[in-house]
């Protein structure tokens, strides 16, 4: 079998675009699970798509983050999908259970899915509302037996909220995450901790362990836990070459806390930059520039071990070579961060870094 077919949208506005020229193709079903999903106007634009779509007789079905989409699920809109004949799920809803559970109100559906008659989808990093779009980021629209692996983790999620609100009976097992590295150059690698499944983040820490020549790493929140750490500071001492581009635009608790954590990468040799021209929300790993990694995975704590992820794998030489180009113009667009840098910092950022170090895992 060929590999699938695929094109980029590196910026947000052009995956939406794509995205929306998608929804009016599909001849059977539309799927989108996603973090974020606004009431406002490209939101809305959207939401209408899906009406439209559902009222023609399209099967249309959407997972919605309740904490991402709690602004459109405080409106009439979502009454608005149904009545339509939309299929609205909402991830983890607050319930009794925030009170009792250890985790509270985590996890997150953090992953940006968009299936498109189970024959064509995006995967990325990008959400669905205004203030994102002029950001930096990517949805990579691709066909193949790769949308079949993407339709499962979907239909996954959904068997797991219709089991919690009593639409199945709790007999019916959770389908696992099948082990789809053996088709061909592309695999999905999905994260779904509250099934204990972290098969990307374990993944990944096998290959940055396993690495020979480079490590390239892309991410708009940076607070990796002990585990990431050290491999990441291991193999830049034992000579890879190892470089790190980070949002100069992220929120504030992980934007110092990262930078607190920087020092240890540089001491051992990593090159560490920031991306300053717009918030870069792109998610990427590239590991000795023939496997490579691109989805809604951030090297933080709630990624790597709390959220729901889907991550797009490939070993595609072509594809490969292409995230390296990208990945070397968001480097040679960021500035390097030094030491020197990192002694600099505003007092207030190395105090309030400090005292968020320990809650990085819920960063």
């Known amino acids: 079998m060929s590999n699938p077919n695929y094109i980029f949208h590196t910026k947000t506005q052009d995956a939406w675009s794509a995205m929306m020229k998608s929804c009016f193709t599909a001849e059977k079903s539309i799927y989108l699970e996603q973090f974020i999903l606004q009431p406002d106007e490209i939101g809305c634009e959207f939401i209408n798509a899906f009406i439209d779509r559902a009222k023609e007789g399209i099967e249309v079905s959407l997972i919605l983050d309740w904490w991402g989409c709690r602004e459109l699920f405080k409106s009439e809109l979502v009454t608005k999908m149904r009545n339509a004949g939309v299929t609205v799920r909402a991830f983890h809803p607050p319930s009794h259970s925030w009170l009792w559970l250890q985790k509270g109100p985590l996890p997150r559906d953090h992953r940006k899915l968009l299936i498109i008659d189970e024959k064509s989808a995006f995967i990325g990093g990008v959400c669905m ?33 219709d089991i919690r609100n009593g639409l199945l009976d709790s007999a019916n097992t959770v389908p696992t995450h099948p082990h789809f590295e053996t088709h061909e150059d592309y695999s999905i690698y999905a994260n779904a901790p509250d099934a204990d499944e972290h098969y990307f983040s374990t993944k990944l820490i096998e290959k940055i362990e396993n690495s020979e020549n480079s490590i390239k790493l892309t991410t708009p929140y940076f607070t990796p836990g002990k585990d990431l750490t050290t491999a990441i500071t291991n193999a830049a001492k034992k000579g890879i070459k190892v470089e790190i581009v980070v949002s100069a635009h992220s929120k504030y608790a992980p934007h110092v806390v990262g930078q607190l954590l920087s020092a240890r990468f540089i001491s051992a040799g990593v090159d560490f930059y920031y991306y300053h021209p717009q918030m870069l929300h792109l998610k990427m790993m590239i590991i000795d520039d023939n496997w490579g990694a691109i989805g809604s995975c951030n090297l933080d704590g709630l990624s790597l071990h709390q959220n729901q992820e889907s991550m797009l794998v490939s070993t595609d030489p072509e594809f490969v070579s292409q995230i390296s180009n990208h990945f070397k113009i968001d480097r040679d667009a960021a500035n390097q961060y030094s030491l020197k840098d990192w002694q600099k910092r505003p007092i207030m950022d190395k105090m309030a870094a400090r005292i968020l170090l320990p809650f990085r895992k819920f960063l």
């Open 129 to 161: 509302y205004d203030d994102i779009r002029n950001w930096r980021d990517t949805m990579v629209e691709i066909d193949g037996g790769i949308a079949a692996q993407i339709t499962h983790i979907f239909k996954q999620t959904c068997h797991k909220i």
